[in-house]
Every structure is written in C-alpha cells, then in structure tokens.
C-alpha cells in the first residue's frame, strides 16, 4: 500500500534513501547510478530542473520503472528517509522497529531519476488489478501470502493518478461488481464508503473542486451505479468514468 509521497528539491544530482541518520561524510558517485552502504543507498537523480517525485510503499507496490535496489538497509532507528545529501529537504516515515529491513528500490530514468518508488518488506507475487477492457492498469507487486479484498484492491487502482479515465473506470467497475456481494447488512455501507474513496482521489485530480463540488459529482456516480444493469460493464463504468471527468474538469 502506498503510505506517503512527496516532492523533493535537489540541488546536487544524488539522493538518499535509508536510515534517517546522516551518514559521515558526503558521498560522490562519481559516475555510478548508485552506491550502496550498510545504511543507506544513494542514486543519481536529477538536480535544480524540478521536484524528485519520491513514492513510499510497504509490501505492495506498482510494476514501474526499472528495479535499482533490492537488499536491506540498516535502520536505527525504524525510520526510513528519503533526502537530499545536505539533509535540508527529507520525507521520512516511521515503521517501528529498528533493525534491518528489506526495500525495492525502481526509478523511471537510472543516472538521472526524476521518479522513485521505494518500497519496504517488497511482496514479489504480480497481480492484475480489475480494469477495463482496452484500459490496461499497471501491475502490482504483493505479498505471496496476500489476499486482496476489493476495498484493498480499490485502494491500490486510486493510489496513483496517471491515466484518469482508466484508473477511474476501473474503480467504478469494482465498486459496479461488488455491489450485492457484501453482507446484507454492510452492502450499502460499504458501496457509500468505497464511492468516498473515488471521491477523494477526485480531489486529487481537481485540487479546484470545493467538497461540495465532489459530492454532487460522485453522487451522479453513485446513482449511476446503483440503478444500473449494463450488458456491458466495461462500456458502462468508462462511460461514467468519462461524464465524472468531464463534470470534474469542466
């Protein structure tokens, strides 16, 4: 699952990832994509022409890029980092237990990395994820023991927001099939909750859109889903799919 992002500034081409205390000395590639340390791993990235785009996952994760680093690091302090080499910009997350960990480490551009996914107790086990016909999602990476339920799998379709239409319509095609197969007693608890977390990737998509704006919208969505009985689902999610973009982004 994805547990954070952030966007980092860089003024020297390397950035850092691993135990949030600073190493000893400053480290120079010196040409090489990587260098790795009992601590910490450092990548070239590029510098001073916009943010890094760093993505932290813990055991599941997207297919995407090209793996970079799959081994352990040592963290102190349970915490694992994603800096710059001068430590002044840094997103850090903690995981608890200090100690060693295993982490999968893919960017988008080795020697010049403007996208980072890191990724902590990596699952190698890929997976489809629900799509729509001619609308192919990336696959994902899970634990071999996980057993995705459809609220888990609808957060892994809303955890990027690349190909809108495609992520959105594979969404309302979960939430369209799932609909009925709850406990009768949770059934429309749980459609309304997995129709919010749409809503909420919205806002992402339409940071403009007030929270009222988004109800209305994901309200057409939810009605749409609940009177529907389309001989072709996949037509029938993209079609809503489309109307929610259009109403979004007019």
Known sequence: MLVGSAGIFLNHP???????????????LQGSNRLVGERHLHLAARAQMGLVRVRLWSESSPVEGSVIFDGSLRLDDGVVCVSDVTGVSSFRYGFGVPGSRRMLVSVDDPGNA?????????GMREVALTACRNRPLPHFRVSDSSSLDPTDELGLILSVHDIPISRLSAALKLVFLQAGKDIDARS????????????????????????????SII????????????????????GIASEVMRRATA
């Open 114 to 122: 403007s996208r980072i996914d890191v990724v902590l107790d990596p």
């Open 14 to 28: 390397v950035i850092r990832v691993g135990s949030f205390a600073m190493p000893d000395h400053v480290v120079a």
């Open 188 to 215: 429309s608890v749980m459609m309304e909750f997995r129709v919010r977390m749409i809503g909420e990737w919205l806002r992402w998509i339409s940071p403009t859109l007030s929270e009222a704006e988004v109800s």
């Open 219 to 238: 309200l057409f969505a939810f009605q749409k889903i609940q009177t529907g009985s389309p001989d072709d689902v996949d037509s029938f999610s993209i």
